[in-house]
């Protein structure tokens, strides 16, 4: 019987691997998501069938049933009604639930064993301290990307770091104190406070335009999480999925962070924000430069163009204008033009999050176009329509050295014929610094609501 | 610690192995990515289930707690993965 639960562990984790092959092509998507739910259909059966778990009575099925049932419940609920443009808070939720469950299960196992040997002792205090941090840390993303309770920016406070620095000391000495003695359970549950505490304080100065390193980073700390777990149960399935999510997060960790151009310490200690250090004025760089326009003259500008470049930015998602956006790049193209979409890998809040918002607008996938892909082609578009991006256009990321933004790759929207803004005013991005672009010669600003300026633009355009 | 080696193998291997795949998932899909994993790291149900069924009033609530978690990312991870990916279409493909 062991021989065939091990034996579907195996074929379950195949499955798992072609499961995340299929991620890498949009046309095999579907197929890999459902040979990756096909292998954990097929764990979860063989795991029913282990003696301990079908021998465990009618008490220990009914509630295996009970919390399936409601697991099962909530999680489709969350997964059929949320919103595209909630994404990024459904996965800081999952990475949560991910990092719980390996912390309560590591204290399951501690808390079951009579005389647990080393390697299940420092692999429960490992799933504990990354279980419960990852718990935490991501309950704090999902409430700052909703905006419940705390500021969407960064917070900071006097002694932070120091704090943080005695916190980690403190789960290492609970761990150590753990492995000496792993029948106190109460250090474990001691450990598990510590790690929630650092949780919420190594989230917290993470704001806004960084979320998308946070949630990247907490997605690969969950897998870490599950991968230690495995260390605790012996069980190489968990620990082949882990490392597979771990390695998932931080690469995509790693590309947000070149995305940005600055260190992953850098993001975690919440080093950019409003107040990091004298900038230029935006007084200085707008007074008199900044032309405002009308949807009528926008659809002028469109009429002659042939190709159209759409930068989406956060500001898209925020006004929900993702539909509107797609009605005018079709009627663009019923008119003979050539529209494609530019898509900074920072765009939004989340790795990938306006590819995903476009597609759910019925946007062909092809038409959605990577960073380094496009920018050689801006030279050659006649119109470059932004809306809601600010810091990934802004050109002083690559003419000035002492800006916050120095060095991180932009899209090179400035070398577009004519550039048209649509944003409500002129206040500045994530960075906090007033953006050159907005009084470039070539560019024209529309100041409105990302949704309306749309609608208007496709009125202006089939009135003209 | 017999078991320590071999499973340590096994990880490095996997971590490997992800990394391989991982850098060839392109941008386009960088977000089904994060909750597809996330299903996927739902894995942990199994060790939920062992856990509630081991008897013992402490470890039976949490791995109770813990398969209600788990359970969510698994039903939760998978179905809404479904729900992006079948969105990403050509235009002359239609609905699919």
Redesign the interface.
């Known amino acids: 019987m062991s021989v065939f639960i091990d034996f579907t562990y195996l074929l379950a984790s195949v499955l798992f691997i072609f499961g995340i092959k299929g991620l890498t092509h949009p046309r095999t998507a579907v197929r890999g998501n459902l040979l990756g739910a096909t292998g954990m259909l097929l764990a979860v059966v063989a795991t029913l069938a282990d003696r301990q778990v079908f021998g465990s009575g009618l008490q220990g099925l009914g509630l295996i049933l009970a919390g399936v049932l409601l697991g099962t419940t909530i999680g489709a609920t969350l997964a059929l009604k949320i919103q595209m443009t909630a994404m990024p808070q459904m996965v800081a939720l999952l990475n949560a639930f991910g990092g719980g469950a390996s912390a309560l299960i590591a204290g399951a196992v501690l808390a079951d064993t009579a005389d647990p040997g080393t390697q299940t002792v420092v692999a429960t205090v490992v799933s504990g301290i990354i279980g419960s941090v990852t718990f935490w840390g991501s309950l704090v993303a999902f409430d700052k990307l909703q905006g419940l309770m705390l500021p969407d920016n960064p917070v900071h406070f006097p002694a932070q770091q120091a704090l943080n620095v005695i916190l980690a000391v403190a789960t290492v000495g609970l761990g150590a104190w753990i492995v000496a003695d792993p029948s106190q359970l109460t250090s474990y549950g001691l450990l598990v406070v510590v790690g929630s505490v650092l949780g919420v304080l190594l989230t917290i100065p993470i704001g806004g335009a960084d979320m998308p390193v946070a949630i990247a980073l907490l997605n690969s700390y969950s897998g870490l999480a599950a991968a230690s777990t495995g260390f605790v149960l012996n069980n190489d399935i968990l620990i082949i999925t882990g490392s597979l999510v771990g390695a998932s997060g931080l690469i995509l960790t790693r590309i947000m962070c070149k995305a940005m151009n600055r260190s992953l310490m850098n993001v975690l200690l919440g080093a950019i924000g409003p107040d990091s250090g004298p900038v230029q004025g935006a007084d200085e760089v707008y007074a008199g430069r900044v032309k405002s326009t009308s949807p009528e003259e926008v659809a002028m500008l469109f009429d002659g163009a042939r190709r159209v470049v759409i930068v989406p930015g956060y500001g898209m998602a925020v006004a929900q204008a993702q539909h509107q956006v797609r009605d005018l790049a079709n009627l663009l193209e019923s008119k003979g033009t050539e529209v494609e979409f530019a898509i900074h890998p920072v765009a939004g809040r989340m790795p990938g999050h306006m590819n995903v918002l476009l597609a759910e607008a019925n946007v062909d996938y092809d038409k959605l176009r990577a960073m380094d892909d496009i920018n050689p082609s801006f030279q050659q578009t006649d119109v470059t329509l932004i809306i809601g991006a600010n810091d990934i256009v802004n050109p002083v990321a690559r003419t000035d050295p002492s800006s916050p933004i120095a060095g991180m790759p932009i899209l090179d929207v400035d070398k577009s014929r004519t550039v048209v803004v649509v944003k409500r005013s002129l206040s500045p991005g994530f960075a906090g610094i007033p953006n050159p672009l907005f009084a470039a010669d070539n560019t024209v600003m529309l100041f409105a609501d990302g949704k309306k300026a749309v609608l208007d633009l496709i009125t202006a355009i089939k009135d003209g | ?1 017999d ?2 080696l071999p ?1 340590l193998t ?2 490095m291997l ?2 490997f ?3 391989e ?36 009033t ?3 609530i ?30 002359d493909q239609g609905p ?1």
């Open positions: 610690m078991t320590f499973l096994i990880f996997a971590v192995v992800g990394v795949i991982i850098t060839k998932v392109p941008p386009l899909l960088h977000t089904p990515l994060m909750s597809g994993s996330n299903a996927i790291s739902g894995i942990t149900i199994i060790g939920a289930l062992l856990s509630v069924a081991a008897g013992g402490l470890p039976t949490l791995g109770f707690l813990a398969l209600v978690l788990a359970t969510i990312n698994v039903v939760g991870g998978f179905l809404v993965t479904h729900r992006m990916v079948a969105m990403f279409r050509k235009k699919s």
